[in-house]
Nanobody
Framework: QVQLVESGGGLVQPGGSLRLSCAAS????????MAWFRQAPGKEREFAAA????????YYADSVKGRFTISRDNAKNTVYLQMNNLKPEDTAVYYC???????????????????WGQGTQVTVSS
């Protein structure tokens, strides 16, 4: 069982930055791919970024590429999402997700991930 707790959300002006963190419980964090998804009001939850368990592969949605950076610190059981040049359309609840141990496949699909955090609100507005 893995518990995920996100933090770092808030209100920011367009063009600003935020850094989200997701702390994981347990001893299997380093063996799992990690991802960030987001869900805007009235919309489906969508993929934002993912990082493989061995940090060899990183993936981004086209909408965030060049502005967001995903990283992980296995010693701290934490995954991060650095978000720069934020836009109003980035407003959403951001969810951290953990995938199956040593998984190597489709990182974009929600079904890849077994564990989810409770989400943290990001609001981009002037």
């Amino acid at each position: 069982q893995v518990q995920l707790v996100e933090s770092g959300g808030g209100l920011v002006q367009p063009g600003g930055s935020l850094r989200l963190s997701c702390a994981a419980s347990g001893r299997t964090f380093a063996m799992r791919p990690m991802a960030w998804f987001r869900q805007a009001p009235g919309k489906e939850r969508e993929f934002a970024a993912a990082i493989s368990w061995n940090v060899g592969r990183i993936y981004y949605a086209d909408s965030v590429k060049g502005r967001f950076t995903i990283s992980r610190d296995n010693a701290k059981n934490t995954v991060y999402l650095q978000m720069n040049n934020l836009k109003p359309e980035d407003t959403a609840v951001y969810y951290c997700a953990a995938g199956r141990i040593y998984y190597s496949g489709n990182y974009y699909e929600r079904s890849t991930y077994d564990y989810w955090g409770q989400g943290t609100q990001v609001t981009v507005s002037s």
